[in-house]
């Protein structure tokens, strides 16, 4: 399974746009890239997940470019309830169990 | 439609005691899966279950800790004779199909068990 590494820490002032990025060089033709959120006691919640190039929710961004060994997660204008933990994953589609790591801990300031 | 539901939110238990953890899934999901989570460390895969069937359970230790997902009924993660090592966050994931591509899993609030 493709290890990922991304910040332990960002911080960030509220009306920001936030930039996280995640690497995983070892990644494989049938992994994809997810993305989970887990704020302070409570479980984790998806976020965004995407192949390649750019896919865009109501939440977020994700922008993976062409040789999918790292991708960026975007939250536009980010406000204090951002405030969590941002989990990067890569996930074979041939599995059926989640490897997290440690994750980015984003702190918004007002 | 209800979220993944786990209870208790918060068990405390003796050295030696069981803990019986419950989690019941998203309706119409079958998939269910269970992660531990330590103070300021990301989830760790404990094991995966259908109904009446455990499919993966790599993350499990090999004593003590046991999975159960009926036909009827939540499912259940146990515990026997609890040490302080087990306290943690234990949350429990369900998802309607294994996890492929625009199949996400929802997550349950966790329960939180301490050892005393």
């Known amino acids: 399974l493709a290890k990922t590494t991304q910040p332990i820490s960002m911080d960030s002032y509220e009306g920001q746009e936030v930039n996280i990025t995640c690497s995983h060089n070892n990644i494989a033709t049938n992994d994809y890239i997810t993305w989970y959120q887990q704020f302070p006691s409570q479980g984790p919640r998806f976020i965004i997940q995407g192949y390649k190039t750019k896919v865009t929710n109501e939440v977020a961004s994700l922008f993976i470019p062409a040789d999918r060994k790292s991708s960026t997660l975007s939250l536009p204008r980010v406000s204090l309830s951002d405030t969590a933990v941002y989990y990067c994953?890569?996930?074979?589609?041939?599995?059926?169990?989640?490897?997290f790591g440690t994750g980015t801990r984003l702190q918004v300031f007002p | 439609n209800a979220g993944v539901m786990q209870n208790p939110r918060h068990l405390v238990r003796r050295r030696g005691q069981e803990a019986r953890l419950r989690c019941s899934p998203m309706?119409?999901?079958?998939?269910v899966y269970w992660y531990r989570q330590l103070p300021e460390e990301g989830l760790k895969f404990m094991v995966y279950?259908?109904?009446?069937?455990?499919?993966?359970e790599s993350g499990m230790p090999k004593e003590r800790f046991s999975a159960e997902f009926p036909k009827e009924g939540p499912s259940i993660l146990r515990i026997q004779q609890v040490v302080r090592g087990d306290s943690a966050a234990y949350f429990c994931?369900?998802?309607?199909?294994?996890?492929?591509?625009?199949?996400?899993?929802?997550f349950g609030q966790g329960t939180r068990l301490t050892v005393v």
């Open positions: 279950l259908q109904k009446e069937n455990i499919i993966d």
């Open positions: 309706k119409g999901h079958s998939h």
């Open positions: 994953l890569v996930v074979p589609d041939n599995t059926d169990k989640l490897i």
């Open positions: 994931a369900s998802s309607r199909l294994a996890q492929q591509m625009n199949t996400e899993a929802f």
